[in-house]
């Protein structure tokens, strides 16, 4: 099907682009951790996007007035959608 082509060519992008915020994210926190010779009381945590988060991103990079994820994300609007997480 064409749309999910097209669909997954701009979504790939925008999923790698959030895998390597993740990954600087955490090493951001590792690098305060190294700075404070380890004495901090506050563990490593891995960074992640949650379902709605994802979902507000998307509305934020689709950049389109015609569609609902823009408007929530715009409006501050959290959707829900547990299933992004099921596998």
Not at 17 to 35: S, T, V
Not at 43 to 65: H, Q, V
Request: charged share 25%; glycine share 4%.
């Amino acid at each position: 099907n064409k749309n999910y082509c097209k669909f997954e060519d701009w979504v790939a992008p925008l999923i790698s682009k959030m895998h390597d915020e993740q990954d600087a994210a955490f090493l951001e926190q590792a690098k305060e951790l190294a700075a404070s010779n380890g004495q901090s009381d506050e563990p490593l945590k891995p960074f992640a996007y949650t379902p709605s988060e994802f979902i507000a991103r998307l509305g934020k990079e689709i950049n389109n007035e015609e569609s609902v994820l823009y408007w929530a994300q715009k409006n501050d609007i959290p959707i829900f959608c547990p299933a992004l997480t099921d596998g």
